[in-house]
């Protein structure tokens, strides 16, 4: 283990100790798609024993006041794009602007400012509620593609920086081997900054992953996924071997699929087939996949994804601040494909946010209201979430279930006077990431009264990380 390794593990390894058996008095709760009132929760360890429902509150139990949900699950996020936020809002532009103003955000990353960033990160999701997440992780090298000395450096980073904030995370190494398709040999230049991302070739991404893995292999906190970035960073002839490399697993496979026309564009030039086509002809999609974002698809790409039970990531917060445009999630929904939310970019960090953002921006799609029931919002934001991760034990509150929950006070000025016959649709249309009160991630405390437990002020402490990351940083 390198020195900095180490010097995150020692950082890591202080927090509450999880309780051999508690018992949790929800004011109400969400259980097998209904809100319940008087609801108690059991635990031992990182297991709920046993839900029981119209119990008054024990004198010995933790009470939660207010809607007590499973834990949310973040299913896309890019931790280090966090200090982009109001740095790219200034002026025009496109994605294809937007994504040189973060090439030139990561040349300050290193081991050791991306653990101090994403710590305050990791900490701002626990706040608003999120108990597992999963880091789409392609910053792997150093500047100019060398390899620091554990090449895996950078994944350790992430992994040490949840279990700070306290949160699973499903650490989804990234395949990234070109700069985008060439219309003849399919594989354009790496720019400077894209050669921090790539391997070389697929078989050398795959070894590299597979330490990694035996790293964490007997851990309960981590999971070691896998993604293909786009089909515009991995050449079609290497699709196949990162699909079987996570198969062989049984890992989440993610991967971003048709954010943009323009890729769209180009893989039908040169390949005569969409996107999603192409990853189901290199046996790429199924139950374990996630395409995120699935912007821009057609009827034909929906049953693609819907018949092999793929499922879908969408980012609306990030995709209507790159201007992507809006998918069809609803339609993807009906065809098959479960739907899980993710904060991509962190314009925001609040799953909520993306939520409610599913309906209203189809409303806006179709000049018609009611397309989603908050109840699979809610199931958006928890249950599909975890299992996109893997989290197969989470996203449900019951016997046998990972024991972790998030409570929403009902009580602000957003939320006063709801009622409980109301208090999904009030959560999903207007709570926001303040609301959450407490957070339980397999049966420790980790957010009371609002309050990160384990992170000291991390308000302060991602400022100072991100300030250090710009003022370090030349390429700016």
């Known amino acids: 283990m390198d020195d900095t390794r180490a010097r995150h593990t020692e950082t890591v390894s202080t927090g509450t100790t999880v309780a051999d058996a508690r018992r949790w008095h929800a004011e109400a709760a969400y259980v097998a798609g209904m809100v319940e009132t008087d609801v108690l929760i059991e635990t031992r360890g990182d297991r709920i024993t046993a839900v029981a429902l119209g119990v008054p509150a024990p004198a010995d139990a ?36 937007w994504r040189e103003q973060m090439y030139q955000a990561m040349a300050g990353l290193n081991p050791d400012s991306y653990f101090a960033l994403a710590v ?14 999963g880091e789409f992780h392609y910053a792997h090298h150093d500047h ?13 980073a992430l992994i040490h920086a949840a279990r700070a904030a306290g949160l699973r995370i499903t650490l989804l190494d990234t395949c990234y081997l070109t700069g985008g398709i060439h219309a003849r040999s399919g594989r354009a230049a790496l720019n400077t900054t894209q050669q921090r991302f790539s391997d070389g070739d697929a078989d050398k991404w795959a ?28 050449p079609k002839d290497q699709l196949g071997t990162v699909a079987a490399a996570a198969a062989k697993f049984d890992a989440p496979l993610h991967v971003h699929l048709s954010e943009q026309r323009a890729e769209n564009e180009a893989c039908l030039a040169r390949y005569r087939l969409t996107p999603a086509q192409l990853l189901e002809s290199s046996g790429a999609l199924g139950p374990r996949t996630t395409a995120v974002h699935a912007t821009h698809l057609s009827q034909a790409d929906i049953e693609v994804l819907g018949d092999s039970a793929t499922r879908v ?14 998918g069809a999630a609803r339609t993807m929904f009906e065809a098959g494909s479960p739907i899980a939310l993710g904060s991509d970019s962190q314009a925001v960090i609040d ?3 993306e939520a409610r953002a599913m309906e209203l921006d189809e409303r806006l799609r179709t000049e018609r209201r009611g397309h989603w029931p908050s109840t699979d919002l809610l199931d958006a934001a928890t249950l599909a979430g975890q299992r996109s991760l ?14 972790d929950f998030t409570t929403v006070g009902l009580d ?32 420790r405390v980790i957010v009371r009264d609002g309050i990160h437990r384990l992170v000291d002020d991390p308000a302060r402490r991602l400022g100072t990380a991100i300030n250090a990351l710009y003022r370090g940083n030349t390429r700016v």
């Open 144 to 156: 100019g593609g060398a390899q620091y000395a554990d090449p895996n450096a950078m994944g350790h």
């Open 412 to 443: 602000s000025i957003r939320l006063t006077g709801t009622s409980v016959d109301v208090a999904a649709e009030s959560v999903i249309y207007a709570a926001t990431a303040a609301d959450v009160r407490h957070v339980v991630v397999g049966g």
């Open 62 to 97: 933790v009470r939660l006041a207010g809607l007590t949900l499973p834990g949310l699950a973040n299913a896309h996020s890019h931790a280090f794009h966090r200090a982009l936020r109001g740095r790219t809002q200034i002026g025009e532009g496109t994605f294809w602007t």
């Open 390 to 403: 893997g989290w197969d034990g989470a996203g449900r509150l019951h016997a046998g279930a990972l024991a």
């Open 207 to 234: 070894r590299r992953v597979e330490s990694l893995r035996a790293a964490y292999a007997d851990e309960t906190d981590v999971i070691i996924g896998a993604a293909i970035h786009s089909v515009r960073a991995v």
């Open 351 to 353: 799953l909520f946010e």
């Open 120 to 133: 305050g990160v990791f900490a701002e999701m626990a706040l608003a509620g999120i108990t597992s997440v």
């Open 313 to 326: 990531c969408m980012c609306p917060t990030t995709e209507r601040d790159l201007a992507d445009g809006v």
